[in-house]
């Protein structure tokens, strides 16, 4: 199966940055879309932003011009660099990523990280 490990939230003062990271890995042929999410308290979980595998990215209106996705192919992560940061960002952030397993059949998964807290507070 595949894993996903995330790193990199915490409580950060308006208008900071921070920087989320995601490694998958596990029984990995091949990953094509990376992406994260996010959930608020009482709110559904939104698309932030994704990556394709050819670094086509696409972003919620929310953060565009703030946010950065990108990510390392060799190293089967997937990166959220945060700038400018608002109280409204505050939310747990989830990676999500579309991987074929090894083997034969591949197996298509789409696994969930465990989420990492972002807090954005004076």
């Known amino acids: 199966q595949v894993q996903l490990a995330e790193s990199g939230g915490g409580l950060v003062q308006p208008g900071g940055s921070l920087r989320l990271s995601c490694e998958a890995s596990?029984?990995?042929?091949?990953?094509?879309?990376m992406g994260w999410y996010r959930q608020a308290p009482g709110k559904q979980r939104e698309l932030v932003a994704e990556?394709?595998?050819?670094?086509?990215?696409n972003y919620a209106d929310s953060v565009k011009g703030r946010f950065t996705i990108s990510r390392d192919d060799a190293k089967n992560t997937v990166f959220l660099h945060m700038n400018s940061l608002k109280p409204e960002d505050t939310a747990v952030y989830y990676c999500?990523?579309?991987?074929?397993?090894?083997?034969?059949?591949?197996?298509?998964?789409?696994?969930w990280g465990q989420g990492t807290q972002v807090t954005v507070s004076s």
């Open positions: 990556i394709t595998s050819r670094h086509t990215t």
């Open positions: 999500n990523i579309e991987v074929f397993t090894q083997g034969w059949p591949r197996v298509k998964l789409h696994p």
């Open positions: 596990g029984s990995i042929f091949s990953i094509n879309d």
